[in-house]
């Protein structure tokens, strides 16, 4: 069974920093293919693709966002790691983490998501 | 950065009806690079479709996507009560991957 669970402060304050951390099992990070993204969605709105890193470690960020962005994972705890610099409320949203699979020239999107956790900016 | 504009915004039927969702896109999608999701109320997305027209593991087949370019449609041939939910796609081949803003789809 593949899941993906988020964890990290629900509160931060303005300007601070927020670190969120995926914890996944079922799969590796060292399989060729794979990837972990983090896509975050505030209260009664769209989703919004953050960050992804790859199994060999290559690394994307939404433009918008990727000075304010670091996405690292640790392999040995199965985890990644996504964290926001200089937070504002309009970050205030559930983030959600997902895996996103590769498979002999299929693209799968994520396929799987994780329950997703709450951070508020206040 | 590729827009999404997902129509319409709301979908009002009963059970046992068709739904059909249309996906817009502000400039070409690679079909190969198109997904749609459902998200009931306090849950996470769920991959429906890949590939714009494959269905992802365990998803019934009456849900099917079509389409290409820049006109991408879901389809769900008879809506179930578990279907009524807000669905949307996604396109990851050009960044930064774009989601469009929803189709709520609710009961009638």
């Known amino acids: 069974q593949i899941t993906l669970k988020e964890s990290g402060p629900t509160l931060v304050k303005p300007t601070q920093t927020v670190t969120l951390t995926c914890t996944f099992s079922?799969?590796?990070?060292?399989?060729?293919?794979?990837?972990v993204g983090w896509i975050r969605q505030p209260p009664g709105k769209a989703l919004e693709w953050l960050a992804v890193i790859y199994w060999d470690d290559d690394k994307r960020y939404n433009p918008s966002l990727k000075s304010r962005l670091t996405i690292t994972k640790d392999t040995s705890k199965n985890q990644v790691v996504l964290t926001l610099t200089n937070l504002d409320p309009v970050d205030t949203a559930t983030y959600y983490c997902a895996r996103r699979r590769i498979d002999s020239g299929t693209y799968y999107g994520f396929d799987i998501w994780g329950q997703g956790t709450m951070v508020t900016v206040s | 950065e590729i827009v999404l504009t997902q129509s319409p915004g709301t979908l009002s039927l009963s059970p046992g009806e068709r739904a059909t969702l249309s996906c817009r896109a502000s400039?070409?999608?690679?079909?190969?690079?198109l997904g749609w999701y459902q998200q009931k109320p306090g849950q996470a997305p769920r991959l429906l479709i890949y590939?714009?027209?494959s269905r992802a593991t365990g998803i019934p087949d009456r849900f099917s996507g079509s389409g290409s370019g820049t006109d991408f449609t879901l389809s769900i041939s008879r809506l179930e009560p578990e279907d009524f939910a807000v669905y949307y796609c996604q396109q990851y081949g050009t960044s930064p991957w774009t989601f469009g803003q929803g189709t709520k789809v609710e009961i009638k």
């Open positions: 079922g799969f590796s990070l060292t399989t060729n293919g794979v990837g």
């Open positions: 590939g714009a027209s």
């Open positions: 400039q070409s999608v690679t079909s190969t690079y």
